[in-house]
């Protein structure tokens, strides 16, 4: 290590400065590069051909390597917002139902509270969600209720890996299978996750940058111009971890001068529990709009695992998404790229029907989702069945793997190839 870094000052740039490139050529299931290239597949710096991915995936064009959105996907981005904790779809999307009341005798809202849907008489929106109703009467919201695995699980780990896996739990994340696809190393923002870790983005050989807050993205306490004198390439480990300091060069460099941020700060940096969506939403419109090479943007923010003092902190909760939704699509219309933007929400599971002694919910079973964007056909999808509960859950209706067709044929990627098989049990993207 160079005695211009300590070990605490490493540690520090660690936390902001999550590894923006896997070192996946170098574990058994991987072969080494040649020594004239990088040693990660799709390098352009030596005269061995990427090694294609085992997925299959081939997305049209290829990124530009030095940055330059636009060239990938037809020029389309994707935003997946992560409500880590399990939403309680019900509170979401109140049914019209008298069991509603009858299963929730403190936690339901009141009807008079509920917003109306136009040309939905079965549900509503709970009131936090009120900024979202512009996209409902343009067309462009699109509502999956009944969002879950057939088979459920409770337990948030295996209920997460199996959305980031598309239930294929010894897969690379199923973005990250793109992201092995593409026919050259993307740029070190292409697929960026804000908030926390994102291995719905992570795959066999390329990974995102992970940026947990914008305030710890920096450099601490030193001067990285040494990190880029130590040059980059070769097979060999040191030759990846070269290679991987190159990047992060790159991307806390680019972030910094995105964001307008300052390069040094002696502040240890807050963890993901004080990330919001809104907060995130924020960076994804500078990163996009800053034509910094981001494509695939994961915002996650935690706090629904509501099993207590639900009403109040849902709505808190709600509001957040809400409202950093709305701000981002504007944003996206001021930069014109409303056309080329989807947005959707995920949730590892939905909470129980009935709620709880605790003034909340538990771990249930079918979710809900949004998906946005000038691209979708709007409406609801799915039900809500109250009276044909799953063990006392919402019963799945609709399969994750519909969500992830929808936003792979959005991208212009081969669904199946990514997935094994197509889901087309949520078809909302216009035609």
Sequence with gaps: MSPLIGRRQFLRLGAGAVVVVGLGACDSNSTARSPGSSGLPGSTGGTEPPTPSTTGAAPPGGPAPGGGAGTTFGGRRLVIVQMNGGNDVLNTLPPADGRYHDLRPTLALADHDVVALSGVTDMGL?????????????????????????VPNRSHFVSMDRWWRADQLTQPGWLGRVLDGLPAEPSPLFATAL????????GAHVQPTVITTADSFKWVDFDPTWLAAMGEGGSDLAGLARHAFQRTITAVNAFAEITDSKATTDDLPSREGDATITAGLAVAAQLLLADAGTQIVVVSASGFDTHSNQLTEHA????????????FMQAMEAGGLADD????TTSEFGRRAAENGSGGSDHGAGGGSFVI??????GAY??????????????????????????????????????????????????
């Design 373 to 378: 964007g000038h691209g979708v056909q709007g």
């Design 126 to 150: 709970h009131p936090a969600l009120g900024p979202l109703l512009p996209y409902w009467g343009a067309g462009q919201l699109a509502i999956a209720r009944g969002i879950g695995f057939e």
């Design 341 to 344: 933007v989807l947005l959707v």
């Design 382 to 431: 799915g039900q809500i069945d109250l009276a044909d509960l799953l063990d006392g859950d919402v019963r799945p209706v609709i399969a994750p793997q519909a969500l992830f067709t929808t936003c792979l044929d959005w991208l212009g990627v081969d669904a199946a190839s990514v997935l094994g098989e197509r889901d087309d049990g949520l078809a909302c993207l216009r035609r």
């Design 316 to 327: 808190d909760l709600l509001a957040d998404l809400a409202g950093g939704v709305a701000a």
């Design 195 to 202: 908030g926390s870790g994102a291995p719905v983005l992570a």
